[in-house]
């Protein structure tokens, strides 16, 4: 909390608007793993067996619940407004719009992350206990709360391998475009964020999708 409040002081920009748009896509990312870690449970009452059963692409089953679980976590932004509101932090005009606009964009990766996950769990519990342990540290890790510009060493390859990371930097891109802070703010170029984002959602819907197919099988 130390470091927080330093920062927030030494800052040249809005922190605690820094944080609303971190803790905006980590709340999509929270909401979208917890939904996916949901069919682990629906495959413990045989509800995904009768599912499969469907001439439907299995990846068209998984997509769709990755958009059902996105209307939650979307919905769930709307909380974090009302608090800014309240709490009289910029809102940014048009800027926090186009951020609106672009959040499919983050269910998709937070989505693919969660079947990933789930492509490598049996149980309902340890599914439940581990989208936890997977989300609590790219929340602190990833930049959502403090900045990550100048992280080394472990802490800097951490959140280089997060996707959360880069999902946060295209946030920031696309709320801090034409202000004299982006610089400051925004780590790498907005089209960088979106070929890493586009590779970690096609790495992850494929291989976690073929993981939880495969276990179905063998059940």
């Given at each position: 909390m130390g470091v927080c409040l330093k920062t927030w002081r030494l800052a040249s920009y809005n922190y605690l608007q820094f944080i609303m748009i971190g803790m905006m896509v980590?709340?999509?990312f929270t909401g979208l793993v917890t939904g996916m870690s949901s069919l682990i449970e629906e495959r413990n009452t045989n509800f995904t067996q009768e599912l499969y059963?469907?001439?439907?692409?299995?990846?068209s089953i998984i997509l769709g619940k990755m958009i059902g679980a996105s209307f939650t976590s979307?919905?769930?932004l709307i909380g974090i407004?009302?608090?800014?509101?309240?709490?009289?932090?910029?809102?940014g005009g048009i800027h926090i719009v186009y951020?609106?606009?672009i959040s499919p964009l983050f269910c998709l990766v937070g989505g693919a992350l969660g079947i990933f996950?789930?492509?490598?769990?049996?149980?309902?519990?340890?599914?439940?206990?581990?989208?936890?342990?997977?989300?609590?540290p790219q929340m602190f890790l990833s930049g959502a709360m403090i900045p990550i510009q100048h992280s080394t060493g472990i802490l800097g390859i951490l959140a280089k391998i997060m996707p959360m990371t880069y999902c946060i930097d295209f946030a920031r891109a696309v709320f801090y475009a034409g202000t004299p802070v982006y610089d400051q703010i925004?780590?790498?170029?907005?089209?960088?964020?979106?070929?890493?984002?586009?590779?970690f959602?096609?790495?992850?819907?494929?291989?976690?999708?073929?993981?939880?197919?495969?276990?179905?099988?063998?059940?």
């Open positions: 980590n709340n999509i059963v469907s001439p439907i692409s299995r990846y979307l919905v769930g407004l009302i608090i800014s509101l309240l709490m009289q932090i910029p809102l951020l609106f606009l996950f789930i492509g490598f769990v049996q149980d309902s519990k340890t599914a439940d206990m581990g989208s936890i342990l997977l989300i609590m925004v780590l790498h170029h907005p089209v960088t964020n979106l070929i890493v984002m586009a590779g959602f096609l790495v992850f819907t494929v291989v976690g999708t073929l993981m939880f197919t495969r276990s179905e099988r063998n059940r």
